[in-house]
């Protein structure tokens, strides 16, 4: 693990404990209308939205497989899949610890079937750029719960829309660390990539609301919306696994901090069971493969003591 990477993991450990006893202060005199609130998620409300989360996290790593083969890479999908169910265990600690440990996994399973380091750091940009353009499309619904400035969403989409065309602009240099951006040339990758980042973002959107409204939280499908933007821009922060808890207090934390903070904790801990289930998945099929194959069985096997016949030459033949 390189310097600064252990940096950030400390860093995310300061900050993880630092919100929690933020959280831990709210909560004084609230601790059993937050247990009581984490009771009231059922089982299968937490198996359901595990599977979502696992549906997001496939999604997403097929938008990735997209992009790098668009920038040239020939790995293999289920080799591509491994690396990002193993790597995407470090979003745990922060946005930046997943993506360099996705990127350094994938390069060590195939290191001469995928670009260079810096054209696989451009391949995720297409994705994030999505997901930015989407966040500031829907950003009106942090207006009111952060009581933002209503022409803010106005602003935000004029910069998505810069960043769009200045993207394009770059994949067309197709060289280097930009030969990444690749998949932003053509029409069907574009839809492609759109297509499965919104199957993504549509899945995180129903886990949020469904824990929501399991625990009592008069929540809309908006204020989940506004939930998950608030938990993407929370997430780029060193604050770690209390992403959750912290987001779904910020937005919606004024019509009750027990069951919103009880929500947060149970879409932290289902997203952990589904990355580690994805995980799992990954660790499990790279030991079946590395587990030695039986020698194929010879066909017409001869006994202990015979050799095969040789074949005769013609012209040993005598008429």
Known sequence: MSQRLRGSTAATAVGALLVGVVLAVALAGHRDDFAQALRDASLWVLLLVTALQVVALLTRCEAWHVCVRAAGGTISRRRLFRAGGLGNLGSVVNAQVGAASRIAVLKRSGRDE???IPALIAA????IAIEAVLAVLTSFTLVGPLGLPWWSPLAGFAVAIGLVAGLRRLADRGRGMWTGLAVLRSLEGRTRVLALVLVAVAAQIARNWIVLRALGVDASVFDA???????VALAQLPIGPSVGAAAVVMILGAGGVAATAAAGVLLTATGTAGALCFALWAGADVLARK?????????NASGPGDRP???????AVVA
């Open 309 to 315: 016949a040789t074949a005769v030459p013609a012209s």
């Open 291 to 299: 587990r030695p194959r039986p020698e194929p069985s010879t066909l």
């Open 114 to 116: 995928v670009p260079r």
């Open 124 to 127: 995720e940009v297409p994705i």
């Open 225 to 231: 919306t506004a939930v998950l933007i608030a938990m």
